[in-house]
C-alpha cells in the first residue's frame, strides 16, 4: 500500500512548528521549528502596556523556513505522497488587510506601524473597549451577543482589539478594508485568495472570540455594533456571516506557494482554527475529558455532544461554539491568561542583577558574557525546582495569585492583577517559587469548578504543551490540587499533529477527523496521581487562594469605580 503524508503548522506565541506525519498511524516523519525574528528582538511590543504585536512578516519567514526544513529532513520523494495541509495559529490575533487580502504590515507605509499588526492573543491594550462592550449587551435593549461567549467579553478577543485601533489610529482606520484572524490569513495565503470576501472564516476563532453564532445570523447585528462606537459602521458587511469547521477545504495551494514549498500544487488547505483546539483533537480530547494546553497560558478545552448539552450556557468562559474543536460536537474553551509566563516574570526578576551587571562588564569579552549570561539564566529554572520540591505543602506560609495578565477565566477581567502574600525575612526564592507554581494550579481549579458548578462533568484530564512535557514538579502540583490523574500526550507537537489529524481530513485520507485521531494519536507519555494527604493540604491553601483573590478583585472594582466609566 503507498505511504500517504500530510503536514501540521502550529504558529505559537513564539515560533511556528511544522510537523510531517504518516497518515496511517500517526508517525512523525520529520519536523522543524523556527522562531520570529522580530518578536523574539521584542520589536513591536510594549510589555509595560500590554501591547504584543506580530509582524506579518515573521509568520511568513517561518512558514517558509519550517515547511523546506522538514521536508528536506523527509526521505526523497515524499512531497509528493502529501495529502493536504493544515494550519492552527494563536489566537484571537487579528490583523487589518487592504481590498487584497495583504496586511497592512506588508505595506510599505506601515511596514513599522504596530497599529497595522496582527494583534497578539496576549495583547491587552483594549481593556476599556472590553468593558464598553460588555456594558453594552447588558444594557442596549436588544439580544446579549455575549451570551455564548460565557457571558463576559475579553480584551483579547476581535471586537475589543479592532475597535481600540480604530479609534486610535485613524490611518490604520482608513486603509483596512477588512480584519483577519491570523488563522484566516495563513489558509487564505497559501491558497493565493486575494479577496476578503472569499475566504473561509473558521468557526472557532469567529464563534469563540468574534460572537459569532447562527441564531444571530452571523456577527453581532449592526446596530449593537454602532451602538458601542459608530466607528464600527458598516465593517460587519466586509467580515462574513458564514463560517466553517477546520474539517473543511479553506481551498487548494496555489502555484506561487507550491514553487516556495516544493509541494504540489492544488494540494488541499484545510480551514484554520487556533492552536489549543486543534492541540486539544492532536492530545486525544474525547467527551467530557478536560484538554489543558500549558505553555506560556493556558486554554482547557471540553466537548460535549450536542444532543446532552444542547442550548445550556456556561458561565464565565471563552465561548462554546457547535464545532469549534470537533465538528458535530459542542467545544467548550477555558483558560488562564498567565500559566508558564508567571515563572518567566519571576526568572526574569531574579536574573537582572545578573544580566544587569554582565552588559555593563568590559572585563568579559563579548562571547564570554553571552556564555555565561546563557549559562545562569538556564540554570534557575533546575535550581528552582530542586529547592521547592524539598518543601511541604505548608512549608512557605505564602500564598500567591496568578493574575500577572489578568483573568481569562472564570469570568474575564485582564483589569486584575497578581499578588503575593505572606512574606517575610525568610522568604526564599525557592519558597515564593513553590507558592506562584501553587497560585497557577488553583487558577485550574477554578475552572474546573466552574464547569462542574455549571453541570458538565469533567471525567478525564489530558494536558500538553511546554510546561507539561518539561516540568514533572509542576504537573505533580496541579494533580494534587486538582485531584485528579492527569495525562500527558506523548507528541512533542501535539497542536501540529492535531492540524495533521485535519489535513488527513481534508485530504480525504479520513472521512471525519474523529477517524483521523484514532487511527493517528501518539497516546501517552506520562501520568500523574494526586497524592491524598497533599490534596488534602491544598485544598485548605486553596480557600486561603480564593479569598486573596476575592480581596484583590473587589479593591480592583472600588478602583475602577473611583477612575469612572472609562474603564
Excluded at 471586537?159 to 490604520?172: C, F, G, Q, T
Excluded at 494540494?267 to 467527551?287: C, S
Aim: net charge negative.
Amino acid at each position: 500500500m503507498e505511504k500517504t503524508f500530510v503536514i501540521g503548522i502550529d504558529f505559537g506565541t513564539d515560533s511556528v512548528r511544522t510537523l510531517l506525519v504518516d497518515t496511517a498511524d500517526g508517525a512523525e516523519i520529520s519536523s522543524a521549528v523556527a522562531h520570529f525574528n522580530r518578536w523574539s528582538r521584542g520589536k513591536y511590543c510594549d510589555p509595560a502596556h500590554n501591547m504584543f504585536r506580530q509582524h506579518p512578516l515573521d509568520h511568513i519567514e517561518a512558514l517558509l523556513s519550517t515547511v523546506n526544513e522538514t521536508l528536506d529532513k523527509a526521505p526523497p520523494g515524499t512531497a509528493a505522497a502529501v495529502r493536504g495541509i493544515a494550519v492552527d495559529t494563536t489566537g484571537s490575533t487579528p490583523g487589518p488587510v487592504d481590498k487584497n487580502c495583504v496586511p497592512l504590515g506588508l505595506i510599505d507605509e506601515f511596514k513599522d506601524n504596530p497599529n497595522a499588526l496582527f494583534v497578539l492573543w496576549k495583547d491587552h491594550t483594549a481593556v476599556a473597549e472590553a468593558g464598553e462592550i460588555n456594558r453594552a449587551a447588558k444594557t442596549w435593549g436588544g439580544t446579549d451577543f455575549t451570551m455564548y461567549e460565557g457571558g463576559v467579553y475579553s480584551s483579547e478577543w476581535f471586537w475589543a482589539k479592532i475597535l481600540h485601533i480604530l479609534r486610535e489610529y485613524s490611518k490604520v482606520r482608513k486603509a483596512a478594508y477588512s480584519w483577519m484572524e491570523n488563522c484566516d490569513w495563513i489558509p487564505a495565503l497559501l491558497c493565493g485568495i486575494s479577496d476578503p470576501d472569499e475566504v473561509k472564516r473558521s468557526r472557532c476563532a469567529a464563534g469563540h472570540k468574534a460572537m459569532w453564532h447562527s441564531s444571530f445570523d452571523g456577527l453581532p447585528s449592526e446596530d449593537f455594533l454602532t451602538h458601542i462606537d459608530p466607528l464600527l459602521k458598516g465593517l460587519r458587511q466586509r467580515l462574513y456571516n458564514e463560517t466553517f469547521t477546520a474539517d473543511q477545504v479553506a481551498g487548494y495551494l496555489c502555484h506561487e506557494w507550491a514553487q516556495k514549498l516544493g509541494l504540489p500544487e492544488s494540494l488541499p488547505v484545510g480551514v484554520g482554527a487556533f492552536d489549543a483546539h486543534m492541540g486539544a483533537v492532536g492530545a486525544g480530547i474525547k467527551p467530557y475529558t478536560l484538554t489543558k494546553v500549558i505553555g506560556t497560558s493556558t486554554c482547557d478545552m471540553l466537548v460535549a455532544p450536542l444532543d446532552v448539552v444542547g442550548e445550556k450556557l456556561v458561565r464565565g468562559i471563552c465561548g462554546q461554539v457547535d464545532g469549534s474543536v470537533i465538528p458535530g460536537m459542542l467545544g467548550m474553551e477555558a483558560g488562564q491568561s498567565a500559566f508558564g509566563d508567571v515563572y518567566d516574570w519571576f526568572r526574569n526578576l531574579l536574573f537582572w542583577p545578573v544580566e544587569n551587571f554582565l552588559s555593563n562588564n568590559t572585563e568579559f569579552k563579548t562571547s564570554e558574557r553571552e556564555k555565561l549570561s546563557r549559562k545562569i539564566r538556564g540554570s534557575i529554572y533546575p535550581e528552582l525546582t530542586r529547592e521547592a520540591e524539598r518543601l511541604s505543602v505548608e512549608d512557605t506560609g505564602i500564598v500567591a495569585l496568578d493574575w500577572l495578565n489578568g483573568r481569562r477565566t472564570p469570568d474575564a477581567n485582564q483589569l486584575l492583577k497578581g499578588a503575593i502574600t505572606g512574606l517575610n525575612l525568610g522568604s526564599t526564592a525557592p519558597r515564593v517559587f513553590k507558592a506562584l507554581v501553587e497560585s497557577t494550579a488553583f487558577g485550574s481549579r477554578k475552572i474546573v469548578e466552574r464547569f462542574e458548578e455549571e453541570g458538565i462533568p469533567i471525567k478525564d484530564v489530558i494536558a500538553l504543551g511546554g510546561v507539561a512535557k518539561q516540568s514533572p514538579f509542576i504537573m505533580q502540583v496541579v494533580a494534587d490540587v486538582l485531584d485528579r490523574r492527569i495525562r500527558v500526550a506523548a507528541s512533542e507537537q501535539a497542536c501540529a499533529l492535531g492540524a495533521a489529524m485535519f489535513a488527513a481530513t481534508v485530504g480525504q485520507v479520513y472521512e471525519t477527523v474523529v477517524q483521523a485521531q484514532d487511527r493517528m494519536n501518539s497516546g501517552f507519555e506520562a501520568e500523574y496521581t494526586p497524592r491524598p494527604e497533599q490534596a488534602e493540604k491544598y485544598s485548605d491553601l486553596y480557600r486561603k487562594y480564593c479569598r486573596l483573590g476575592e480581596y484583590i478583585e473587589s479593591e480592583t472594582e472600588r478602583h475602577k469605580q473611583a477612575q469612572g466609566p472609562g474603564l
